[in-house]
Structure formats: C-alpha cells, structure tokens
DNA sequence: ACGGATAACTGGTCCAACCAGTTGACGGGT
DNA sequence: ACCCGTCAACTGGTTGGACCAGTTATCCGT
C-alpha cells in the first residue's frame, strides 16, 4: 500500500457532472421554497451564465425538474415552479432528504416509518392471502438467513430489507414494491435509520420468524397483525413531548 | 364556430417534443422487458442515427429514464438498462399506466386501489389524531363542495380528490403526500378509473360526511375504520374468478 | 380606447468539435 | 506460454454557436 498516507483523509472531491449539480442545486431551491409556486426560473441562457456552463447542461437538469414535479417548462413561455407539495411524487423523497434544510429530518424519518408500517402490513395480508408456494419458501429462506446473521447488525439490517422485499414481492402488488423502493432509497440516503428503537425491531428475531409462518400458512389476519407489531416499534411510542433532535 | 368541419375529426398531431418522444419508446422498451436487466443501450450515437435526432434528445431522455431508475448511465461505460421492479421508485407506476403491454391494467388498476385504501386509512386516523382545527374545518368545507356537487358526478369525482388530499395533508405525513400524488397522477392516466363500482363509493354522500365528522372528533379508530370502508368498497367483492378484461 | 402587427423574449433542435473516462486488443517482456 | 503495460477505439460529458418555434408584451394605427 505505498499511497497510503499518513493522517490526511481526502474527500472524494467532486466527481459530480455539471449537470447533476445544477440540477442538486435548483432541486433545494425550488424544495427550499426559495422560489415562490408560480414564480419563472431565470431563462436557461440566464441560468447557464449563472452557473458558468452550458446551456445543455441546465436543459437535462431542467428536464429532471420536471420528470420530478418540481417545475414546468413550456415552449415559449417561462419555465416556472410548481407548488411540490401538489405536483411531485413519491420519488421527491429520496432526494428530499438530502436537503434538509425545509424539511426537518426528524419528522421526515417519522414519516417514511409510518410509511412503511402502513404498506409492510398490508403487503404482509396481502402476501399471506394470495403468494404463490414459491414465493412463501423464498421468505422463509430470507428470514433464516436473517437469523443466521445475528451477531452482525450491519448484516441483519441488509437481510432484514431483503425480507421485507421478499415479502411486497409476495403480496403481487406493484404499487407496493415500486413505493418500497422509493422509501428504501430514501432511507439509505437518510443514514441507515439511526434510532435506538430501530436495534429492537432489528433484533427481534423470533417476530420475524412468526411472521414468515403466519405468511406460510396464509393466516392475513396474523400476518397483518405480526407486521404491524413489528413495523410499528419503531413509531408506536412516539410521545407529544417534540421531536428528537437529529 | 366557423371551423367546425363536418364529420371528421383530428386527433391533436403530436405536439411532444423530440426528446419526450424519445423517452417514451425506450421507457416502453425497458418495461416491456425488451432488455435484459444489465443489458447495455445502444451508444448514444447509435440511438441517435436510429431516431434520426440529435444526440443532446437522446442525452435528455437518457437522464429522465437513469432518474426513473429504469437505467444506469457512467461515463466511459455503456448505459445499462436496470431491474425496474427493484430499483424504480413509484413514480413509475404514473407512467406505467401508458404501457399496457407488460402490466395487465387490471392488475394495476387494483393494486393502485389497494394502496389507496391503505394509505388512505392510515392518513385519517393519523389525521383524526393530530391534524390543527384549521386543516379539520378545511376537510368538512371539502366535504360540504363535494356533497354540493351530487348530481354531476364529474365535479362530484374532482370534488371527492380534493376531500382526500384535505385529509392526506391534514395527517402532517410528507411521504403520504407524495405518494398521493403519484397515485393520482397515475389514476388519471388510466383514466378517471371507470369501474362501476367506484360509482357507489362516489355516492356514499353519507359516509363522506360520517368520516369528516369522526376526523373533526379527533375518533382516530373511527376515521380509520370509516376510511377503510370507503376506500375498500371497490376492492373488496374481487373474486378469485381472475382479471376482468381491460 | 381598442385591436392587430411586431419585436423581443422564451424554450426546442441541430451541428460539429473536443474532453474524459472505460474497455479490450495487441505486443513486448518474463 | 503467460502476464502486464501500452494504446487505439470505443463510451458518455461538455462546449459553442446557429437557427427554429412558440409566447408575450409593447406599440402603433384606426
């Protein structure tokens, strides 16, 4: 290792394209609220100018905007900001996080663990209701390997996602698998979800295995209510006394 | 009306721009399945002389499909097409609802009233639990237009949407919210969802106005029962007989 | 004061060149 | 025969400038 050196770390410096970072800094903006609902962005020669680079560059971030719901671009017409709270979808969230700044990330994280409860629940019914044979043994299998790495949370809290997916895959509902993905991206972003009550769910082996069997024996009901239980540990004993300070 | 041709009518020609176009037919190739996850994408250039436009079209569309999560471009490398079901967020499903081809729409159709009914519960209890008088008031006045609107069922249909963002808004959840939007989104692109049996959902004036009240009450269980039972109405008699055909 | 032409915007598209990474094939060394 | 560095031929990334195509606001004539 002869580039190894001594007490100096380097932050993997930007390797970021232009276009990636327009579209990062009018994404905070626009969530940020630094331009009004309504309101036009500057013309994209302006904005090219601004940030120094060509005007292809603000076109593709602009696009993204737009896929995102974050604003409209119209031929002739200005490109103006949408309101996202009415216009973006559930995809804003896995960028949300990285802002910060509008949105304070205690509640957003409450949020996605609602979130997640309510759909993890119902997939759980729905997974027990109609999954097919195959499909039941894939999340029996995914739990086992769960329990097998129990010393290693790291480990569990991976195997643990892949249980999860196992089980909205099971339900059949595309609804359901495409919003997982949504949260699990956002949740990454978020940091792995930090939170001490988090370790309990993660290590409550034996609710896991209960629930791959209610699932196995097609028990909706019991499924439900077992990934109800388990998904709402995290949220349930939120109290009015404020949010935690991240 | 002096432009009023007889007996022949035009559909509106294609105002999409290149690049939307673009996006579209390979969006529909990818979730078609037309690649193979990790299959490469022909080089821009190459897609480019196929489509007969200019590369920055295809560059455009190409950074529209890696944000949906349907590919992964890097430089120096080729444009990879992904697993979507893993790595799509739900902002997919607005744009599934075009395709047709790979997703049977009566499959989507449910699985988007499935989520619906889901999120849609949970969002009234947790609005009943801790939604501020003023966001209480605007779901009962929300409540007052649609019932105002009861013959048309048209307004009636707008009117009802602008009832559950109340009440989706009023649960103080982000991710909700969002999510919200992308169902709707997706809902009228499939098209106002013309089942029959949303219909009598549509009607229940009644259990419109019971669950304004249960929310105003601050009944969490109540609100979420008298949600569920709205929202399932339309899902619930599915039969094992298999898909209606679309 | 009204209404239509128009000029000055806006975004949309193209071309052509070059920069910057990745990949694989080719050839010299061991 | 095998391994490894070199390099050419890809890939996407970025730039500049020109022009097309809509929208909007101004201004002038009636």
Chains 1, 2 share one sequence.
């Not at 973006?88 to 409450?110: E, F, H, I, K, Q």
């Not at 991206?185 to 082996?205: F, I, K, N, S, W």
């Not at 609710?207 to 540990?233: K, V, Y």
Request: aromatic share 4%.
């Amino acid at each position: 290792m002869a580039g190894t050196l001594p007490g100096m770390t380097f932050e993997p410096l930007s390797r970021e394209s232009v276009s990636d970072q327009v579209f990062g800094r009018l994404r905070d903006a626009v969530v940020a609220g630094r331009y009004a609902a309504g309101d036009p962005l500057p013309s994209e020669r302006e904005l090219a100018a601004a940030f120094g680079v060509n005007r292809h560059a603000i076109r593709e971030a602009l696009r993204r905007l737009q896929q995102l719901g974050l604003v409209k671009v119209s031929q002739g017409g200005a490109t103006r900001v949408q309101d996202w709270r009415a216009t973006a979808g559930l995809d804003l969230a896995m960028t949300l996080a990285a802002v910060g700044d509008v949105l304070p990330l205690a509640t957003l994280n409450r949020d996605v663990l609602e979130m997640r409860a309510c759909i993890g629940a119902d997939a759980a019914r729905l997974c027990a209701e109609r999954a097919d044979p195959a499909a039941r043994a894939a999340i029996a299998a995914a739990v086992e390997e769960y329990a097998a790495a129990v010393p290693d949370l790291d480990l569990m809290a991976a195997a643990d996602l892949a249980v999860w997916r196992r089980i909205v895959e099971g339900s059949g509902n595309i609804a359901y698998l495409l919003a997982y993905n949504s949260l699990t991206a956002g949740a990454v972003a978020v940091g792995h979800m930090p939170q001490p009550r988090r370790t309990a769910e993660l290590l409550d082996v034996a609710a896991h295995r209960r629930l791959a069997e209610l699932i196995g024996a097609g028990d909706a009901a019991g499924a439900e209510g077992a990934a109800r239980a388990l998904l709402t540990a995290a949220v349930a004993t939120r109290s009015q006394m404020g949010n935690p300070r991240p």
